[in-house]
T-cell receptor
Framework: EAEVAQSPRYKITEKSQAVAFWCDPI?????LYWYRQILGQGPELLVQ????????DSQLPKDRFSAERLKGVDSTLKIQPAELGDSAMYLC?????????????FGPGTRLTVL | DQQVKQNSPSLSVQEGRISILNCDYT??????FLWYKKYPAEGPTFLIS?????DKNEDGRFTVFLNKSAKHLSLHIVPSQPGDSAVYFC????????????FGKGTTLSVSS
């Protein structure tokens, strides 16, 4: 069964350092999402791509976060510099074409700890 | 301001009994509702969904009920099994805001044998 791949699974870094997360969506899925889940909360959208274009990045802290999906396939989320409050689970999800009734498939996530 | 609320952080049920997980929402624009299940160290997995034009959707042991006038939905699991122990997230979306999901905080379900 096709899955969304994410790496690394775990990342520990010191504040002010740069970190990057990678996501490979299910083949053929045009829509890709990055969510952040803080402990005890539900996932919250950071950025949504349709193919290589950003559809929604209104909740992305653009002073330190950046995301790209250059060829409309895999995607990278970067944080520079990392802050203590960035400690969270970063989840990538994909769906076929972004329609409301399309199931979103989630990857296993990257657990980030900022010391 | 939380648009999707799951007010019960946890629920404990015996195997074979019914589990009822509740969710309230504040935004009347939502037109699609979903439940996701999450095991530790895994991403959320889709469980069941319902469109705002329906009031019930059933899939095997799982049934979701939607009460639009009360802005309330619930997930019923019958019969509950130990493998159902997980965190359950309620989520909602509406087309005018794209298709990103807005999640509740989750309810941890524990099913004991």
């Amino acid at each position: 069964e096709a899955e969304v791949a994410q790496s690394p699974r775990y990342k520990i870094t010191e504040k002010s350092q740069a970190v990057a997360f990678w996501c490979d969506p299910i083949s053929g899925h045009a829509t890709l999402y990055w969510y952040r889940q803080i402990l005890g909360q539900g996932p919250e959208l950071l950025v949504q791509f349709q193919d290589e274009s950003v559809v929604d990045d209104s909740q992305l802290p653009k002073d330190r976060f950046s995301a790209e999906r250059l060829k409309g396939v895999d995607s990278t989320l970067k944080i520079q510099p990392a802050e203590l409050g960035d400690s969270a689970m970063y989840l990538c999800a994909s769906s076929l074409d972004g329609r409301t009734d399309n199931e979103q498939f989630f990857g296993p996530g990257t657990r980030l700890t900022v010391l | 301001d939380q648009q999707v609320k799951q007010n019960s952080p946890s629920l404990s049920v015996q195997e074979g009994r019914i589990s009822i997980l509740n969710c309230d929402y504040t935004n009347s624009m939502f037109d699609y509702f979903l439940w996701y299940k999450k095991y530790p160290a895994e991403g959320p997995t889709f469980l069941i969904s319902i469109s705002s034009i329906k009031d019930k959707n059933e899939d095997g042991r799982f049934t979701v009920f939607l009460n639009k006038s009360a802005k309330h939905l619930s997930l019923h699991i019958v019969p509950s099994q130990p493998g159902d122990s997980a965190v359950y997230f309620c989520a909602a979306s509406y087309n005018q805001a794209g298709t990103a999901l807005i999640f509740g905080k989750g309810t941890t379900l524990s099913v004991s044998s």
